[in-house]
Structure formats: structure tokens, C-alpha cells
């Protein structure tokens, strides 16, 4: 059983688990934390904090969290603890997408609803980048991260303009402005970071961010929402 100075990384089959893991283990060293990346729900409900990463298509994401026996675990996380969502992870929080399978007639997929919002495709074809260049959709690479005006403590040291690692189709829209942590912009602003109460979620990839990736699983650690 995870003792409760544990972080659990969630795994339900659809995660970089082990790019998450290793960089939560990096900053937790000193800090008295345990990183545990585990299938059970009963170290899920028994950790203090809660990472939940995500990769590939939403639906399958959402189909395995069902199927694997965690997801009542990661909504009672969602409600009582600090828990940090990444790319798949974040927008799956949401409460639904536009990502859907094929032969869903368009219907996409339902999300967690924890915060509420749209997840929707990026739509830049034929549209030309400042250096002249198409628009690629995936978006894959650097993109600098504008904080929200009203601050929020995993940002803590993290310059504002700070550039993450991206690799995605999809971006969050959430209902409540409010409840948008960051910004980027890829043919429009759009939200990289979601907040909201115990949660913090980001589209982007911390744990391919070098050192101000490294700073936000750091102050996750020490955030007490």
C-alpha cells in the first residue's frame, strides 16, 4: 500500500510513463515523496498527489481509464487532491472533444467533465506561418507559454514566455476563461495550461521541457492547493 507521502503516476496503458516517471523521481529527490507508477486504484486513493499522463487518441484513453478500474480512484483524486494532468491527460479533464473514431458519425468523445470546456481540432490548412512556412498540423516542437494574469503557484519561478514541448492536434477550450493557466499560440492563441481548485493541467509535455519542466513537477510537489 502507498504510504501517503507517495506520488502516483497513473498507469492505464496510455501514458509516457516512463518520461513522466523519471522526471517526478528527478525533483522529488530530498522532498520526502515516493514516485509509484501504478495500475492500482488502492495507491491512487492512498497517495497525497496524483499525476495522470495521456497519449494517442482521446477515446482510447478514455476507454482504457474505464476499463482498467482506476478512473473512480482518479475522480476521487480530482476531487480531494492535487492532481496534474499532461497532454491527453489535461484534455481529458474536459468535457468533451471533437477527437472521435472512426464511424462515430462526428460525435467525438465524452471527456471527464472536470473542468468544463471543448476539446477541438486545429484548423490552419493552407494557412502560412510568419516565416513563410505552412502550418503543420500535428503541432510538434517548442512554443513559448504565456502565463495567465492571475498567476498560479505551479508556475512559481517559471519565466512567463518560457518555452515547452508540444506534440499535438487537439487544444483545450475551456467554458470559464478562468480556468485557463496558459496560453500559446500555434495560428491563434489557444490553452496550453488548464487550473482549476486542486487541479492543474498542461498540454504540453513537462517532462520534454528540460529545466522549466522540471520547475512545474517540482512545485506540484510542494503545492497545497
Known sequence: MASNKTVAVVDYGMGN?????????????????????????????????????????????????????????????????????????????????????????GAGTAGLNLIPGEVLKFDLAGRMQPDGSRYKVPQMGWNQVYQSASGHPVWAGVPDGAYFYFVHSFYARPSDARHTAGEADYGGRFTAAVARDNIFATQFHPEKSADHGLALYRNFLHWKP
Request: aromatic fraction near 2%; charged fraction near 15%; hydrophobic fraction near 45%.
Open 17 to 105: 510513463l516512463r518520461s513522466v516517471s523519471q522526471a517526478v523521481q528527478h525533483v522529488a529527490q530530498g522532498s520526502g515523496f515516493d514516485v509509484v507508477v501504478t495500475s492500482r486504484p488502492e495507491d491512487v486513493m492512498n497517495a497525497e498527489r496524483v499525476v495522470l499522463p495521456g497519449q494517442g487518441a482521446i477515446a482510447d484513453c478514455m476507454r482504457e481509464l474505464a476499463e482498467s478500474g482506476l478512473l473512480p480512484a482518479v475522480l476521487h483524486a480530482a476531487a480531494h487532491k492535487p492532481l496534474f494532468g499532461v497532454c491527453v491527460g489535461m484534455q481529458m479533464l474536459l468535457t468533451h472533444s471533437a477527437e472521435g473514431q472512426p464511424g462515430d458519425g
